[in-house]
């Protein structure tokens, strides 16, 4: 049996808890064997805790890897409603970004996080990121993650489409992000 090269595209989405975690798994598995990854993170400008902000337990340790490199996009706000124009403009550098890297041919891996939701939440348009994925470079694996509803055209050009589904969750309970479990 021969080694499968890379250059699929996967999508990770749902309302459950773990699709950034997921993208960022393959990302640990391909810098362990020597990879280079380049992750664009849309609509996260850090996690606010206690009036500072910091930075996920999951790219502090993926930065500790030389062939790993780290873009972030967006605000320190959620979109509620009508995205004001400096999230359009935000996902929109977001996405610029993602194709140059993904073009580019120097990643084996680009992770594009929350891209998805740019489409729900109405900053991108389905067939930018379908420009994405028809622009990458041949041997990229690309993963897209993020949104709550299906994005049926993005999903038939994909090799893997996983929905993450919550059952529960501990902030139902009223149990806030927790240091290394959640961020």
């Known amino acids: ?3 499968q090269s890379f250059g699929l595209v996967q999508v990770f989405w749902g309302n459950g808890k773990g699709k950034t975690t997921a993208a960022l798994g393959t990302a640990l598995r391909a810098l362990g064997r020597g990879h280079a990854v380049h992750v664009v993170q849309m ?11 910091a930075e996920s337990g999951e790219i502090l340790a993926l930065e500790k890897f030389p062939n790993f490199s780290f873009e972030r996009f967006g605000f320190r706000e959620w979109i509620i409603g009508k995205p004001k124009p400096g999230h359009i403009e935000q ?3 977001a996405l610029k970004s993602a ?21 729900q939440l109405g900053v991108l ?31 038939a050009l994909a090799d ?12 139902d309970k009223g149990i806030p992000a927790r240091k290394g479990i959640e961020y």
């Open 1 to 3: 049996m021969t080694e």
């Open 43 to 53: 609509m996260k400008a850090g996690i606010e805790k206690t009036g500072e902000f």
């Open 91 to 93: 996902a929109k550098n």
């Open 99 to 119: 194709q140059k890297a993904a073009e580019s041919g120097k990643f084996d891996v680009v992770v594009v996080d929350e891209c998805l939701y740019g489409v």
């Open 125 to 155: 348009t389905e067939d930018e990121i379908i420009g994405l994925i028809k622009s990458k470079h041949a041997n990229t694996e690309l993963i897209l993650t993020g949104s709550h509803k299906p994005l049926e055209k993005i999903f």
């Open 160 to 171: 893997l489409v996983t929905e993450v589904r919550k059952v529960k969750h501990p902030f």
